[in-house]
């Protein structure tokens, strides 16, 4: 018996170490970019077990910060991940890896061609926006909204999702007329083409600027370091692009 | 802050009531029939009311999603005959509330029924009562422990309610952000402070009433 449960830890160990996996907390922004890098990635690695969670920004900070055990970190700005590095669970620098972009998106509007008056239209009820307070991209609509000297006017239809996911599926649902959502979803195969879309333009709010970092871990998980490597490459600026972001021009 | 944290825990407690003043209209004669008539489909209803025991939140969340979109045809009727948008608002949580908490309030309304001896029915029908009569001057007193039991549980479970709200709340102050959903954004948000005022105060009231329906129940002297 006891050689048994001897053998059996050994071997367990052992599998521990052949199969590192890398366990990535990502902003839900990032939901159909990173499972194709992950693909692109797991071609060139076939060994390599990539975990994604998605979630807004602010939850994942607060569940790496109550033991989640995630090795990388992928915020939709760069204000969450200082949040972690201040705490000293970090490893390395906090680096830009794209730069996102906000639109709206409506499936019963044609926002694409009204823009932000749609906002004002008067069939719109609902207008769905991700958490201020965890998500970056639904702390610019406010911004937007209050700097257009609009939000007192909306504040009574907005909805607000826990991340930019949920935002996003309420208004594709039709459950509110028009939701305010990073771009890349608008792009990904379940939204597009089923409705209308408008890019916000650039000089209406400060860029999101979506930075990630290395969690510290026991044993440093040499994995998430190639994950990240890859992440920032050239390799990937490709799938950037086709999802709308732009990507840090130094590399 | 205080005036959210009040607006909050007033709010929950108005869904909580709503859910089971409705609940308790619809549940006591559903109950009624259930204990005592022959029904054709009585194991299928009976299923179907107590589904919320076992399926999760999320199901019920998901499917009233869709059904309250003005895309699909139920929606789309409210929309357009009563201007009523579910999604989102305090009715559109309070029905999901409804259905959640149907076997809160019927189980034990049903058992409460059942346990009273069908001597006294009988007794009271012999003595020409009618059934309508009987119901309000024989069955109800005699099963208050049970009335108790299932206000209390029905109002419990409503403030405890989490899943179906998240998904179809869309987390608006003083419409549908109730406690159990303040709790979860004052985490996420890491604002601990709050998250424990909610927490402490649905900790109490919630062992409140749980200690309500025991002491009640421990009391029982029917006959």
Known sequence: ?251 | MEQDFWETVLLTGKLAGWTTVILFMIGFPVAYLLAYKQLFFKHLVEALISMPLVLPPTVLGFYMLIAYSPQNAFGRFLEQYFDLRLAFSFEGVLIASVIFSLPFMIQPLQNGLKSIPCSFREASYTLGKSEFVTFFRVLVPNMVPSIITAIAMTFAHCIGEFGVVIMVGGNMPGETRVASIAIYDEVQSLDYATANQYSFVLFIISLLILTLIYSINGKKTII
């Open chain 1, 1 to 251: 018996m006891k050689r048994l449960i001897i053998s059996l830890v050994l071997l367990l160990t052992v599998v521990n170490i052949q199969a590192q996996q890398v366990n990535v907390a990502a902003a839900a922004n990032l939901r159909y970019v990173l499972e194709e890098i992950k693909i692109a990635y797991t071609k060139q690695h076939p060994k390599a077990k990539v975990n994604l969670t998605f979630g807004s920004s602010g939850t994942l900070v607060q569940q790496v910060l109550n033991g989640a055990s995630f090795d990388f970190f992928m915020a939709a700005d760069n204000e969450f991940p200082v949040k972690l590095k201040d705490k000293g669970i970090t490893i390395g620098p906090v680096t830009t890896y794209a730069y996102g972009k906000l639109a709206i998106y409506s499936t019963t509007l044609d926002v694409e061609h009204k823009g932000l008056d749609a906002l004002l239209d008067p069939s719109v009820k609902k207008i769905a926006i991700a958490n201020p307070e965890t998500a970056p991209y639904g702390e610019r609509s406010v911004e937007l909204l209050t700097k257009k000297g609009i939000y007192d006017e909306l504040k009574p239809k907005i909805v607000i999702g826990d991340n930019i996911s949920q935002a996003a599926q309420y208004a594709f649902t039709g459950n509110a007329e028009i939701g305010f959502i990073a771009l890349s979803l608008a792009l990904g195969p379940d939204m597009e083409g089923k409705g209308s879309c408008y890019i916000i333009p650039r000089e209406f709010y400060p860029p999101v600027e979506q930075a990630c970092i290395l969690i510290k871990t026991t044993v440093l998980n040499t994995e998430a370091v190639k994950f990240r490597k890859y992440i920032l490459s050239a390799d990937t600026r490709p799938i950037w692009e086709k999802y709308g972001y732009d990507v840090p021009s130094k590399k």
